[in-house]
């Protein structure tokens, strides 16, 4: 369904039972993502925010997607694996063989009722022009300063339209934008990104680039912009197909070869100048959990702010998983498995982004296999598939048709995907592109990956005897292992003893780059850990026996291709390092990010406001759990220099 303005979208939400309007005063400098973050991760009172007094003359809503329930409510659907059926529908009918006139003429309904979501401009002003400023000020708008350490005040949730200055064809993409002064904020896109191309052929013919940002109007907006698009694939095209309705597009005022929204809530309008010196930006608790620190990035100049007369400025946090962007993400995975499938690799029967691995880290595939070396086949074609080229951990394993193993069941799967891997033939190693906020890299946006190929061993596959999993013995426990090697600090016998995973999670105190490794040839040497295939290494401040914790952090931590290793000798056991690395230990060179905590005035200031919130009994800040694992410094460790 469309809504017709984001304000459509709040009474729906609160109709549902699903928003909680705060009529006290709280502050946007770090209040706001304070008491978004409590109610955000406690499941059972997870609801959308409207923050009514900002000091501002705009409302704030936040954490509208931030469920499964209100997803769906932001895309129309009851379900979201309705929209990738629909796909993969409308997919069939347009490909299926025609045998004659007649069921080609049956088409004709469906290719016109596909072309009424094309996006149309149209003449006038829009509901998002009703007040035009004049002399644009953005400290009238209640930006968020999310962190603590954050370099300042960020729009969250922007909708960023560029045009390529040959073609005209129009990208919409979502990139932090920090606030400098009243009309000049960064433009945090990446060297990857479509914007950024357009910012470099502007740059090639010396021209300014015009930008708008639209922020709010109904939220398919917001997801298309973060959508995963082809190239040359119009954002709006995909919300109309969404919405089952075309999007309005008026011109900017002061931009006018920029169209926006007509029924947006805020729009920005202004240009970068190519030619002009570069801003440093961040730092920003990102949405890996960590600070992604400054860099150099373009300037954006407003022209104008143009708003709906009742316009609500939505927002977002990120930070720790999970939060609302982990519910974008399953939108994402869902939506956009149907058009893998479809169009690149047919075997693939369903994919799973945990939460824990911040969606590019760790991505889970299964496939219907029916050949030796197919698992390869799979792996090169994710990779090679758009933005799965920045995933690092790829785990693949058979359909659940045939090991009768849902891909979201995790403790079964990582069972039956070590119980068919051979760690020195199944395991696959190389570089590539990575993620910008991979801090793991030793080079920024360059980095290892690795797929571990789970599924089940054809006999040409079968390069080795396979190693029966042996049920742990009383030496297995964690105290014997910790008095055997006193450089552990905690080991995650739970997957092991609980689910019989032939891995294990170990926390180490590191004092050198070799350390990690002699701790594994020990550890491997102990006759207690017979049929163990894999080892997990995470820094000593993390419990390896909090799975969803451990998983995180190694996740981010982790350079596949320059962080594994194999046991002296046999060679049989993978070691993966997933610790902190720094100049000391592992000649990383690079700055290290902290983790995202908020500050103990701002948790003070809220528990003291809780009870005037309207939300109930006070949640305590998620943040208490993560304080003792902070390293000294600001964004960055202060040891990592």
């Known amino acids: ?21 705060i009529k006290t005063f709280v502050d946007p ?104 400023v004049a002399e644009p000020d953005l400290s009238k708008i209640p930006v968020l300063t999310c962190w603590p350490n954050d370099g300042g005040p960020f729009i969250t949730l922007p909708a960023i339209h560029t045009k390529d200055p040959s073609s005209g064809i129009r990208n919409i ?18 060297k990857h990104k479509v914007s950024a191309r357009h910012f470099n052929e502007y740059k090639k013919l010396h021209k300014k680039m015009p930008v708008a940002v639209a922020l709010g109007g109904d939220p398919v907006y917001t997801y298309a912009a973060t959508a995963p698009l082809p190239d040359n694939v119009d954002e709006y095209m995909l919300a109309g197909f969404l919405r089952k309705k075309k999007v309005e597009l008026v011109r900017c005022i002061t931009q ?85 499938k479809m169009t690149m690799v047919p075997e693939i029967t369903d994919m799973n982004m945990p939460v824990e691995g911040v969606f590019h880290n760790l991505v889970i595939a299964s496939f219907l296999k029916d050949y030796a070396g197919q698992g390869q086949k799979v792996m090169n074609a994710l990779w090679g598939a758009g933005q799965m080229m920045f995933n690092k951990i790829l785990v693949l394993t058979d359909s659940a048709a045939t090991s009768g193993i849902a891909i979201d069941d995790y403790a079964k799967l990582a069972k039956y995907v070590l119980d068919n891997v051979d760690p020195t033939t199944d395991v696959y190693f190389l570089q590539g592109p990575a993620d910008v906020l991979d801090h793991s890299c ?28 042996v049920a742990p013995t009383g030496g297995f426990h964690g105290e014997a292992i910790k008095k055997a090697i006193p450089q552990i600090i905690s080991v995650g016998t739970r997957a092991a003893m609980g689910y019989g995973i032939p891995a294990l999670i170990v926390s180490v105190d590191k004092k050198s780059a070799a350390d990690v490794r002699e701790i594994h040839d020990h550890l491997c040497e102990l006759p207690s850990l017979a049929g163990i295939k894999m080892i997990l290494y995470i820094e000593q401040l993390v419990d390896a026996d909090n799975i969803p914790d451990a998983l995180w952090r190694f996740c981010n931590n982790l350079d596949p291709k320059r962080d594994h290793f194999f046991n002296r000798g046999k060679k049989n056991i993978l070691g993966l390092d997933g610790t902190r690395k720094s100049k000391k230990t592992d000649n990383f060179v690079r700055p290290w990010p902290n983790i995202i905590v908020a500050d103990a005035n701002t948790i003070a200031s809220v528990d003291d406001k809780w009870p005037t919130l309207g939300l109930g009994e006070k949640i305590n800040s998620p943040s208490l759990r993560y304080v003792t694992q902070l390293y000294e410094g600001g964004a960055a460790v202060l040891d990592n220099e």
């Open 173 to 190: 993409g979502m990139y932090r934008m920090q606030v400098f002064s009243k009309d000049m904020t960064g433009m945090h896109w990446h």
């Open 256 to 340: 006018p070869e920029i169209e926006v929204p007509a029924d947006a809530d805020i729009i920005i309008e202004g240009y970068i100048d190519p030619e002009e010196e570069l801003i440093w930006e961040g730092p920003f608790g990102d949405h890996t959990g960590y600070y992604s620190l400054p860099d150099w990035y373009p300037r954006f100049h407003v022209t104008a702010i143009t708003h709906r007369k009742n316009a609500v400025y939505p927002a977002t946090i990120v930070g720790i998983p999970p939060q609302e962007d982990a519910w974008i993400g399953k939108a994402t995975e869902r939506i956009f498995l149907a058009p893998i």
């Open 442 to 469: 030793s080079k920024t946006g360059f980095g290892g990956k690795m797929c571990i190929d789970g599924s089940a061993k054809t006999d040409e596959e079968q390069m080795t005897p396979r190693v029966p999993y």
């Open 29 to 132: 400098v770090l209040e706001i993502a304070e008491i978004t973050d409590r109610v955000s991760k406690t499941p059972d009172r997870n609801k959308a925010l409207l923050f009514e007094n900002t000091g501002t003359g705009f409302p704030v809503l936040i954490n509208s997607m931030g469920s499964e329930k209100r997803m769906c409510m932001a895309l129309g659907v009851t379900n979201l694996d309705e929209i990738a059926h629909e796909i993969e529908d409308l997919f069939k009918k347009l490909s299926s063989p025609k045998k004659g006139i007649v069921e080609k003429l049956a088409m004709l309904p469906e290719l016109g009722k596909f072309a009424s979501y094309m996006p149309k401009v149209v003449s006038g002003r829009g509901a998002c022009q009703e007040v035009v």
């Open 1 to 21: 369904m469309a809504y017709k303005s984001l304000g459509a979208f709040i009474d729906a939400l609160e109709a549902a039972g699903e928003l909680v309007r």
